[in-house]
């Protein structure tokens, strides 16, 4: 995934110090989990009722500060990594050639200088988010796994299933947010067109509709491209859920016949299926947002590229060629320029 790279070659955070805090968020965020399921329990409530809630305060003023320091950090992070990105790119313009400028066209340099950038530094904090519900996922299938070993083989094979599915179906919206993009760089070229053209276009009424009509034919096939990819993903996260659905079905009527599982530990897997079924839909949520962030990374990439650039750009400051005090002469002897296929 690009944006995955862009973060991680331009990123100079302690990964690892990053990783331990997550695991730390998304464990105390399972163990509200365990604790809420304990103190279901009658026994529990007789033996231990004090002591399940000073951990249940433990546990969830744990993954406050956590999660906190995560979204802080991220977004400080990000910030930092889209001013590299924006002085690299900036830089390389204006080192470029004319010729290199033109034929990369003005409205993408724009749009991956500024629009792109932007919707990066908006989409981490959902990243950090999707993240920690991965793992409250994998956490709360492993409790999954120490109340059933029937319950849990039949959640992993659910899941499974239904996220190979589901990332197959992701298909059709990549090509749709491909064909959005395309469409809005059109739009936004014609945009661009009238108003560097306007005397021009003032001047030429015909000419001028002619413009209208494709503005408004871009328009309408960027709304078209991206509200196919928006019904899509509404089907899938109304696929995942009915899975869950069945899910819980299936251990509410099924599990207690093959196995010998007493009352309240089906309650407890409910408990937790529902738990898994939150942080999922959460994550299928989310897909938009990363789908988005993914099309801002490449079209970043792709400007990097179309530059020269490095995949990962420094953030020193280039100096200026400086120019001498004064001269009294320029001499230039057979030189020779070569435009569109064309010696001059």
């Known amino acids: 995934m690009e944006f995955l790279g862009l973060l991680w070659r331009e990123s100079d955070l302690n990964l690892r110090q990053m990783v ?6 998304g464990l105390s965020n399972a163990m509200v ?28 003023l744990a993954y406050s500060l956590s999660q906190r320091y995560l979204m802080s950090t ?36 724009y749009n991956a200088i500024g629009r792109e950038t932007q919707s990066l530094a908006q989409n981490t904090n ?21 109340l059933s070993p029937t319950a849990f083989a039949i959640a992993v094979i659910f899941m499974g299933l239904a996220i190979t599915i589901y990332l197959s179906r992701l298909k059709v919206v990549n090509s ?8 809005e760089l059109t739009l936004h070229e014609l945009l661009m ?20 009509n494709d503005i408004l034919a871009a328009s309408l096939e960027a709304g078209d491209a991206r509200m196919t990819a928006q019904s899509e993903l509404t089907r899938n996260y109304i696929f995942m859920q009915n899975v869950f659905f069945l899910l819980i079905a299936t251990v509410i009527f099924i ?11 089906i309650a407890k897997m409910t408990t937790a299926i529902l738990f898994v079924a939150s942080a999922i839909a959460g994550v299928v949520s989310s897909v938009q947002t990363i789908v988005n962030a993914n099309t801002s990374a490449k079209t ?37 320029f070569r435009y569109g296929g064309e010696a001059s």
Do not use: W
């Open 126 to 146: 959902t990243l950090v988010a999707v993240s920690q519900m991965s793992l409250l996922v994998i956490f709360a299938t492993l409790y999954l796994l120490i």
């Open 255 to 265: 599990v207690p016949d093959v196995t010998d599982i007493e009352l309240q530990a």
């Open 20 to 25: 331990g805090i997550a695991l730390i968020a």
């Open 176 to 183: 749709a947010m491909k064909n959005a993009t395309g469409a």
């Open 33 to 60: 989990l365990v604790v809420i399921s304990a103190a279901a329990d009658p026994h529990a409530r007789v033996n231990g009722t004090k002591l399940l809630a000073v951990t249940f305060c433990v546990v969830l």
């Open 193 to 212: 067109g009238i108003i560097d053209g306007f005397k021009e276009t003032r001047l030429n009424a015909l000419r001028a509709a002619q413009i209208s």
């Open 300 to 336: 970043i990439l792709h400007l990097r590229r179309c530059l020269g650039l490095p995949r990962r750009i420094s953030c020193q400051n280039s100096a200026p060629t400086l120019l001498p005090a004064s001269f009294k002469r320029i001499d230039a002897h057979g030189l020779t």
């Open 74 to 109: 991220a977004s400080k992070e990000i910030e930092r990594i889209i001013h590299r990105v924006r002085h690299g790119l900036i830089a390389a313009v204006r080192d470029s050639a004319l010729p290199d400028i033109e034929r990369i066209g003005q409205s993408r340099i």
